[in-house]
């Protein structure tokens, strides 16, 4: 397929959530070459196959990524001393010492908290409608009040934090200037390192008092807090209206949740392999050595971007692929990525989304759009997908 002609990437906006319709032919060609906006051409892998050989081989570097002038959507290349950004053994030290916060044992120690901050919100959501926006008045919000309950911030902070991340998940869906997001990311970099300060004087509870305790110092307990706090919150409040708007407009699913919530954390997972998420991707992978990927022969130096989305639908491992099925078992898919590299935070994403769904479906069995699905507004950013606002009403 070498001598195919550069694609751009990403490809052709698809309409609300739906694929790009030519995913299902890359897939079948292989390796493809695509163009980003910024930086070198790369390889396109979409098949599950080689998606998770890139994600779970070592032969595919994230770090060396980072030496040279990487595919990109954004201007600049990222520099960030974040864990996503390491290769082994770094990745492992870094992340083991926050992983045991991360688990499904360590997640549910904040399960009350989560309850709460969503009662509130829904509360409010009452208060406001019908109709009501569930991306401003609960997506948006829960997320930030949950990674500040679990570092520590103090309650007092919660609304500034709530801000400062909201402002960052604006840049990703390119809703801000770029000057008034760097001004919240250098306003979340302080914080956190005041934080980080206090902390150590007289370190009480959350992940930061775990980490100063631990021995992290003050530039990586910062760095692996903003890993966790961009990383955790874009994703999960996209993922919450995207999951809400897949149900209430694909006819009966969200009924069958209001009938059986037993089904919920099962439908959480096929919400997570049905729904696209990242339309390109931030990180790119290089080639440290010859790699052959179907009949492609990658060379040491090349870059290499996945398209999870295209993966997930690959017929090849999903029966029925194009369908949301939310019984589906078993069901491996690669929304939090694949390899050493998967999602630090998908137990605490995966908690929050299944307690959003089990709300949901209690308070507001006749929940629905307010407007035509063909009205609701997408971001118009080229990282990530998501609805700008969702008016329901119930």
Not at 332 to 351: D, E, M
Request: proline fraction near 8%; glycine fraction near 8%; charge should be neutral.
């Amino acid at each position: 397929m070498t001598g195919l002609p550069e694609l751009a990437f990403p490809l052709a906006d698809a309409p609300a959530l739906d694929p790009d319709a030519r995913f299902p032919a890359l897939r079948e060609a292989g390796p493809v070459r695509v163009r980003l906006p910024f930086g070198e051409a790369a390889w396109l892998v979409s098949s599950y196959e080689h998606v998770r050989l890139v994600l779970g081989d070592r032969r595919f570097s994230r770090e060396q990524s980072l030496e040279g002038d990487e595919p990109r959507v954004v201007p600049m290349p990222q520099r960030a001393n974040l864990i996503l950004n390491h290769d082994e053994p770094a990745h492992s030290r870094l992340r083991g010492s926050v992983a045991a916060a991360f688990t499904r044992p360590g997640v549910r120690r904040i399960e009350a908290a989560v309850e709460g901050f969503v009662a509130d919100l829904l509360d409010r959501l009452c208060a406001e409608g019908p109709p009501a926006d569930l991306v401003s008045g609960l997506a948006a919000p829960l997320p930030a009040l949950v990674m500040a309950e679990l570092l520590g911030i103090p309650a007092g902070d919660h609304e500034e934090f709530v801000g400062l991340t909201g402002s960052l998940l604006a840049s990703a869906l390119a809703r801000q200037p770029a000057e008034q997001t760097k001004k919240a990311g250098l306003r979340l970099w302080e914080r956190l390192g005041d934080l980080v300060r206090v902390q150590r004087r007289s370190p009480g509870a959350g992940l930061v008092a775990e980490l100063v305790r631990g021995g992290a110092s003050d530039e990586e307990t910062v760095a692996l807090c903003a890993t966790v706090v961009i990383a955790g919150h874009d994703a999960t409040t996209m993922q919450i209206g995207n999951f809400c708007y897949q149900l209430l407009t694909a006819p009966g699913q969200y009924a069958r949740l209001v009938a059986d919530p037993g089904l919920i954390e099962n439908a959480v997972e096929e919400l997570m392999r049905y729904s696209p998420l990242g339309i390109s991707t931030a990180f790119p992978r290089r080639v440290t050595e010859d790699v052959e990927l179907g009949s492609v022969l990658l060379r040491a130096g090349d870059y290499v971007v996945v398209a999870l989305t295209a993966a997930n639908r690959d017929g090849a491992v999903f029966d029925r692929p194009e369908e949301l099925e939310l019984t589906r078992r078993p069901n491996p898919h690669l929304g939090f990525g694949y390899g050493v590299h998967r999602c630090l935070g998908a137990q605490l994403a995966l908690l929050q989304l299944r307690i959003v769904l089990r709300a949901l479906v209690s308070r507001f069995p006749r929940l629905a759009l307010a407007v035509p699905a063909a009205r609701v507004r997408w971001s118009p950013g080229l990282l990530a997908r998501s609805a700008e606002t969702l008016p329901v009403r119930w």
